[in-house]
């Protein structure tokens, strides 16, 4: 595997489930990134971790719960989503926080009914 | 204010033609970095060059360069020789300190398709 992973690719959800999403990324970086990316809107930063310490917590949810147990994994934890949540959630990586080019992978898309 | 405006929301282009994306900013960091990003539909976001506040010359990747006129604020993306695999999304980036972190502000994209 190369670059930056992400499982599943599709979720569909009702509110009251429970779901994690899972990023890796295999290129020895530092720092991963939770985004947004609903239709017609601009992406949104969601999550910062640098040396699996989070940094930047972008006013989200508390129904989004991230978590990175080492610098290769970010996983992303729902709970009582709400459907205007439905969207493409995309893992970044980059060598630095911040500083550096974002690496993303291939998003999951998420329905949430 | 919007930070990123990408003002084409689409284009459509011959194949082989060059085409320029539009991409201007606002910021008054004197240091900031300007990214381009290539998002397929199958919505991997792809990087595809940077330039540098500081850089003199003009970034280029293969048939991508990047138009860079900082007096103007703007970071055009120039494609030259369009192909079929290049219609996507399109977006600019700039890289700014924010609250004492760096963070990626996002235009909100320009789609390109490329007619055979």
């Known amino acids: 595997e190369t670059g930056v992973t992400q499982t599943p690719r599709h979720l569909v959800m009702g509110m009251t489930n429970k779901k994690s999403l899972k990023c890796e990324q295999h290129?020895?970086?530092?720092?991963m990134y939770w985004y947004k990316q609903s239709a017609k809107k601009p992406l949104e930063l969601m999550f910062v971790?640098?040396?699996?310490?989070?940094?930047e917590n972008n006013s989200v949810p508390s129904r989004f719960s991230p978590e990175c147990p080492n610098s290769s994994h970010l996983f992303l934890h729902l709970h009582t989503l709400q459907p205007e949540d439905s969207a493409l959630y995309l893992c970044?990586?980059?060598?630095?926080?911040?500083?550096?080019?974002?690496?993303f992978g291939p998003g999951t898309r998420l329905l949430v009914l | 204010a919007q930070k990123i405006t990408q003002t084409q929301p689409g284009m459509f282009v011959q194949e082989k033609e060059a085409v320029t994306l539009d991409c201007t900013y606002d910021?008054?960091?004197?240091?900031?970095?300007l990214f381009w990003y290539k998002q397929p539909s199958s919505g991997e976001m792809i990087f595809l060059i940077y330039?540098?506040?500081?850089d003199q010359q003009n970034a280029t990747e293969g048939r991508y360069s990047l138009n860079f006129q900082k007096a103007r604020k703007s970071a055009n993306l120039v494609i030259s020789a369009s192909q079929l695999g290049d219609s996507a999304m399109y977006f600019c980036?700039?890289?700014?300190?924010?609250?004492?972190?760096?963070?990626?502000?996002w235009g909100a994209g320009t789609k390109l398709i490329i007619k055979p």
């Open positions: 910021t008054s960091d004197p240091s900031y970095g």
């Open positions: 970044a990586s980059s060598q630095e926080s911040g500083s550096e080019t974002q690496y």
């Open positions: 330039q540098g506040s500081y």
């Open positions: 290129l020895g970086h530092n720092a």
């Open positions: 980036a700039m890289r700014e300190l924010m609250d004492s972190n760096y963070q990626l502000i």
């Open positions: 971790y640098s040396l699996e310490e989070r940094v």
